[in-house]
Structure formats: C-alpha cells, structure tokens
C-alpha cells in the first residue's frame, strides 16, 4: 500500500524568508509525485510534479521540488515567500500500475507573516 | 475557461436520508474523479471514471455510498441512509486525458455535507 506522510501541519514563516515544506512516502514500486495546493475557499490546484528525469522540477509561483528516491521524500521549497503563498499545500503520489489513483498527505498550511 | 463545478456547495442534512452530490467536469475531460476530505486531513480516494466506465470503486466505504456517470459527463455521488460519520467535505476532480502521469488533475470547490 502507498502512503504519504507530511510531518509539518503548521508553518509560519515571516515574507522573505526561505520555506521548505517536508512530504515523505512510502510506497514498493515506482511512483509520480506532485504537489497541490489550496487557497482558502478553493478547489486543489497543482503546483508542480515529478515524472521522471531530473529530480529537481520546478512549479508555478517560484516553488520547486527534488525527488530523493534513497529517502523516499518530495520536499517543496521556496527561497523568498510571499503573503500571497498563504494557504495549505498537499504532496501526493501515484503509483505507475494504478496512476489514476492519488494518496495525499494530511497537508500542510504555510502562514506567511509581514 | 469554467472550472469543475460541484453543487450544492453546502448541504445539511438530517441522519438517515439520502443525498446525491453532483459534479459538472470540465468540458472534454475524459477522466472523472471524487474524493472525501474529513477535517484537517488531505483528500481520500472514492472512485474513478473514464469515460462512462467506473473504473475503481475500491475507495468507496460501503454500499451505501454509489457513484455514476451516465453519458461520461455529469456524475452524481449518491449517499444513502446518511449517518453523522459521513459529513466531510467530498471533493470532485477531472482530468483531460488517462496519459500516464501527464494529466493533472483539476478540482472543483467540494461540497460541505454535514449530517445531524
């Protein structure tokens, strides 16, 4: 069975300042991974996802992601926040024999302080 | 372009009656998807379709609950005899292409079910 694991419900961070939101799964075959996240009163939108080929991908907004096979970890990570980045962010993966077929963390809000 | 709509955006109701949640997919979306989110958890896989066609229904929790898809547009999530465990929101999702890996999916706005 996959799972995700994303250790951080909370982050604040004050504008500016770096942010690294931590997403950990576990899963016996190979995976995709993404990245979603969601603005108060919205649906999920993606942000960025790994495929295959470099383990550095880079998403919208300034995020990016490296995939760490050895640690089985997707962190997102962002070098200068903005309050606009407010919102709740969720890793997820699929599994290559049953792609169609998300498992998401229990998310993680990033509250971005002026 | 209008984005997966979902309705109602709020629903209450009352244990024991039946609710059926409806998903307007975005045009041409071959894949269609719903899933729960309880409270301060991350969304949880019920069903998919391609098409018309259900393709996995192993998320849903028990035969109270039904999904379908008629003419591989519209779908209705059905619940049936409602008890206060399933008040969640249910979130819809669709996806232009069954391409593997390469079809992001796009959420609608959910609908709030609160069963008292």
């Known amino acids: 069975a996959q799972s995700v694991t994303q250790l951080d419900s909370q982050v604040p961070v004050f504008e500016e300042a770096p942010v690294e939101l931590r997403c950990n799964y576990s899963?016996?075959?190979?995976?995709?991974l993404f990245w979603y996240v969601q603005y108060p009163n919205q649906g999920l939108q993606l942000l960025l996802k790994?495929?295959?080929?470099?383990?550095l991908v880079k998403g919208i907004n300034g995020f990016e992601a490296e995939f760490n096979k050895s640690q089985t970890s997707f962190h997102l990570r962002k070098p200068s926040v903005h309050i606009s980045d407010t919102a709740e962010y969720f890793c997820?993966?699929?599994?290559?024999?049953?792609?169609?077929?998300?498992?998401f963390g229990s998310g993680t809000k990033l509250n971005v302080k002026p | 372009g209008a984005g997966v709509s979902q309705s109602p955006r709020y629903k209450v109701t009352k244990r024991g009656q039946d609710v059926a949640l409806r998903c307007d997919p975005i045009?041409?979306?071959?894949?269609l998807y719903w899933y729960r989110q309880a409270l301060g958890q991350g969304p949880e896989f019920l069903t998919y379709?391609?098409?018309?066609?259900?393709?996995?229904k192993s998320g849903l929790p028990n035969d109270r609950f039904s999904a379908e898809r008629p003419e591989g547009s519209i779908s209705t999530l059905t619940i049936q005899r409602t008890e206060q465990r399933d008040s969640a929101m249910y979130r819809c999702?669709?996806?232009?292409?069954?391409?593997?890996?390469?079809?992001?999916?796009?959420f609608g706005n959910g609908t709030r079910l609160t069963v008292t």
């Open positions: 379709f391609n098409y018309e066609a259900q393709q996995d």
């Open positions: 790994y495929l295959s080929g470099s383990t």
């Open positions: 997820a993966v699929s599994v290559l024999y049953n792609f169609n077929k998300f498992y």
């Open positions: 899963s016996s075959v190979s995976v995709y």
């Open positions: 045009s041409g979306h071959v894949s």
């Open positions: 999702a669709s996806s232009l292409t069954t391409a593997e890996g390469n079809s992001p999916l796009h």
